[in-house]
């Protein structure tokens, strides 16, 4: 228990004093709890750009391969007189353009049985047993009716076994006289999945075939094709058919340039919310001597300027003194306004897209032409031109332009990869059989802008000590960590120091008690002593 004391002699205000002292004692701890608030506020303006710069990955990702670039909408028209829908087509980015014309003769179904049985009540007791022998593809599976069982217990009972089927229990009747029935349907379409059902020879139970299995048949240009499924996802790369009901048309599948568009401003609106955080984070108002969180961070300082030169910049790897090829996003009608906002021109967008497709595709995806076969590169990757030779039967590549170092390629299956830790990390490329020693064809790789910003991003919120705002948040939690333990010990300083000066304040008021009772001492020794003399 601590000392308390006001000045009972001294006439001080000793505990407000003591306030005062330990409130100028206090400043540090004062300052170190400030600085462990900004890191908060820090932490929290890091995890705001982290979850900025992801949704920009993923943005980007829809748009840095040429698989993910490409968009194809498939459209189907019916020469069904009653204009009924034939089927229904979902594209996919790898599909190609083309048109097919397509004549359904036939869905595929699933076999499909009911009960006889005139059964008025589905929970009363059938009043037999045995077992049910269901056959489907040629695989048996027995089915056991007990002895008090009811029509929803033998639903129930086909349900859990293995048997790739579903039971139902439907009325038939009327809710005044009911008749249910038992439906069994396969689990799956097509003549291979034919079911048979056996019933036991004791069993009330009688089944009856409603609907065989049977496969779809159609003809594509003429060609006989044969489905188990009326979802057809094998015949057309990348392309699903939904057949629907029978007859003809034509399907027609072409380049889907709104959905390009569409990805592209998500690209650029996701860019945009990054860009615009930074620029808050790096504003000072000198008038309120106000400024970001992150004021003069070099990371977000590194952040903004690679994902602004990725952007603005030429496409790494695409010569842009070449004034007939497309080489930065500005000349398709994607630049910066003068807030820095990344905008896009519809119309010059659909233009490009249109007049020059594949060069367009590659201001945003890697790409290769030249002695080998591009297979795919990543953001790791130098784009430029590249002399190429064989030596020592290994592939090697030489940067035009560059230090002059020859780079090798681990080959494999006819594939060559680049090193990791080189600049052609992240490079496929399909050679075959290396032939013998001696240069070859130059070499062109580009990698593109969305493949460029998806690798920036990945790299910026890794969760590793490679990631940049991973390093951030650990530098601001090893802080924190300091202040917490530095606070501790000057709050224990200043739990001493209070007791101290509690107890000096104890001392001055018993040392002026002493006084104050020598001082009552002398006078009295004075007053006797002066009616001594009277």
Do not use: C
């Given at each position: 228990?601590?000392?308390?004391?006001?000045?009972?002699?001294?006439?001080?205000?000793?505990?407000?004093?003591?306030?005062?002292?330990?409130?100028?004692?206090?400043?540090?701890?004062?300052?170190?709890?400030?600085?462990?608030?900004?890191?908060?506020?820090?932490?929290?303006?890091?995890?705001?750009?982290?979850?900025?710069?992801?949704?920009?990955?993923?943005?980007?990702?829809?748009?840095?391969?040429?698989?993910?670039?490409?968009?194809?909408?498939?459209?189907?028209?019916?020469?069904?007189?009653?204009?009924?829908?034939?089927?229904?087509?979902?594209?996919?980015?790898?599909?190609?353009?083309?048109?097919?014309?397509?004549?359904?003769?036939?869905?595929?179904?699933?076999?499909?049985?009911?009960?006889?049985?005139?059964?008025?009540?589905?929970?009363?007791?059938?009043?037999?047993?045995?077992?049910?022998?269901?056959?489907?593809?040629?695989?048996?599976?027995?089915?056991?009716?007990?002895?008090?069982?009811?029509?929803?217990?033998?639903?129930?009972?086909?349900?859990?076994?293995?048997?790739?089927?579903?039971?139902t229990v439907i009325n038939a009747g009327t809710s005044t006289s009911p008749d249910y029935k038992l439906v069994i349907t396969g689990d799956s379409s097509g003549s291979a999945n034919a079911v048979t059902i056996t019933e036991p020879v004791d069993t009330s139970l009688v089944f009856s075939n409603t609907q065989d299995a049977q496969d779809a048949t159609l003809t594509l240009d003429g060609i006989s094709i044969t489905k188990d499924s009326n979802s057809v996802t094998d015949l057309i790369a990348d392309v699903t058919l939904s057949l629907e009901t029978i007859?003809?048309?034509?399907?027609?599948?072409?380049?889907?340039?709104?959905?390009?568009?569409?990805?592209?401003?998500?690209?650029?609106?996701?860019?945009?919310?990054?860009?615009?955080?930074?620029?808050?984070?790096?504003?000072?108002?000198?008038?309120?001597?106000?400024?970001?969180?992150?004021?003069?961070?070099?990371?977000?300082?590194?952040?903004?300027?690679?994902?602004r030169t990725a952007v603005t910049g030429s496409v790494s790897g695409i010569d842009s003194s070449d004034s007939s090829k497309l080489a930065f996003l500005s000349q398709v009608g994607i630049k910066t306004d003068e807030l820095g906002q990344l905008v896009i021109d519809q119309s010059t967008f659909t233009d490009a897209l249109k007049d020059r497709f594949t060069e367009t595709r590659a201001l945003f995806t890697p790409s290769g032409s030249g002695a080998y076969t591009f297979v795919s590169a990543t953001g790791s990757t130098q784009g430029g031109t590249y002399?190429?030779?064989?030596?020592?039967?290994?592939?090697?590549?030489?940067?035009?332009?560059?230090?002059?170092?020859?780079?090798?390629?681990?080959?494999?299956?006819?594939?060559?990869?680049?090193?990791?830790?080189?600049?052609?990390?992240?490079?496929?490329?399909?050679?075959?059989?290396?032939?013998?020693?001696?240069?070859?064809?130059?070499?062109?790789?580009?990698?593109?802008?969305?493949?460029?910003?998806?690798?920036?991003?990945?790299?910026?919120?890794?969760?590793?000590?490679?990631?940049?705002?991973?390093?951030?948040?650990?530098?601001?939690?090893?802080?924190?960590?300091?202040?917490?333990?530095?606070?501790?010990?000057?709050?224990?300083?200043?739990?001493?120091?209070?007791?101290?000066?509690?107890?000096?304040?104890?001392?001055?008021?018993?040392?002026?008690?002493?006084?104050?009772?020598?001082?009552?001492?002398?006078?009295?020794?004075?007053?006797?002593?002066?009616?001594?003399?009277?």
């Amino acid at each position: 228990m601590g000392l308390s004391v006001d000045g009972l002699l001294s006439g001080l205000d000793t505990t407000s004093i003591i306030a005062q002292l330990m409130a100028l004692e206090r400043r540090p701890v004062q300052l170190k709890e400030l600085e462990q608030a900004t890191l908060a506020d820090k932490r929290t303006a890091w995890q705001e750009i982290n979850t900025k710069l992801l949704a920009l990955e993923t943005a980007s990702q829809k748009l840095n391969t040429a698989g993910e670039f490409n968009s194809y909408s498939g459209v189907f028209s019916s020469n069904n007189s009653s204009g009924g829908s034939v089927l229904s087509v979902t594209a996919g980015s790898n599909a190609s353009q083309g048109s097919y014309d397509i004549v359904v003769s036939q869905l595929a179904t699933a076999e499909k049985y009911v009960t006889t049985n005139s059964i008025s009540d589905n929970t009363a007791d059938l009043g037999t047993s045995g077992t049910i022998r269901i056959n489907v593809g040629g695989t048996d599976y027995d089915i056991t009716v007990a002895s008090g069982d009811s029509l929803n217990d033998v639903k129930t009972a086909v349900n859990a076994s293995a048997a790739p089927v579903n039971a139902t229990v439907i009325n038939a009747g009327t809710s005044t006289s009911p008749d249910y029935k038992l439906v069994i349907t396969g689990d799956s379409s097509g003549s291979a999945n034919a079911v048979t059902i056996t019933e036991p020879v004791d069993t009330s139970l009688v089944f009856s075939n409603t609907q065989d299995a049977q496969d779809a048949t159609l003809t594509l240009d003429g060609i006989s094709i044969t489905k188990d499924s009326n979802s057809v996802t094998d015949l057309i790369a990348d392309v699903t058919l939904s057949l629907e009901t029978i007859g003809s048309g034509t399907v027609t599948f072409s380049t889907d340039y709104s959905g390009i568009i569409a990805n592209v401003q998500s690209f650029a609106d996701a860019y945009n919310e990054v860009m615009d955080y930074i620029k808050k984070e790096f504003t000072y108002n000198p008038d309120l001597n106000e400024k970001g969180t992150l004021f003069g961070n070099n990371s977000l300082r590194t952040i903004q300027n690679q994902l602004r030169t990725a952007v603005t910049g030429s496409v790494s790897g695409i010569d842009s003194s070449d004034s007939s090829k497309l080489a930065f996003l500005s000349q398709v009608g994607i630049k910066t306004d003068e807030l820095g906002q990344l905008v896009i021109d519809q119309s010059t967008f659909t233009d490009a897209l249109k007049d020059r497709f594949t060069e367009t595709r590659a201001l945003f995806t890697p790409s290769g032409s030249g002695a080998y076969t591009f297979v795919s590169a990543t953001g790791s990757t130098q784009g430029g031109t590249y002399n190429t030779q064989i030596s020592g039967g290994v592939l090697q590549l030489q940067l035009v332009g560059g230090d002059g170092t020859w780079l090798s390629l681990d080959t494999s299956s006819g594939y060559a990869t680049g090193q990791t830790g080189t600049a052609l990390e992240g490079l496929i490329l399909e050679v075959g059989a290396l032939g013998a020693d001696g240069s070859g064809a130059q070499m062109r790789i580009a990698v593109g802008a969305a493949e460029q910003v998806s690798f920036f991003t990945a790299t910026f919120t890794e969760y590793s000590d490679s990631g940049l705002i991973f390093n951030e948040n650990d530098s601001i939690d090893k802080r924190d960590k300091e202040l917490r333990k530095q606070i501790d010990d000057l709050e224990v300083r200043l739990a001493k120091k209070e007791e101290d000066l509690k107890s000096k304040f104890v001392n001055l008021e018993v040392l002026l008690a002493k006084l104050t009772s020598q001082q009552s001492y002398l006078d009295s020794q004075l007053s006797n002593l002066s009616k001594g003399w009277g």
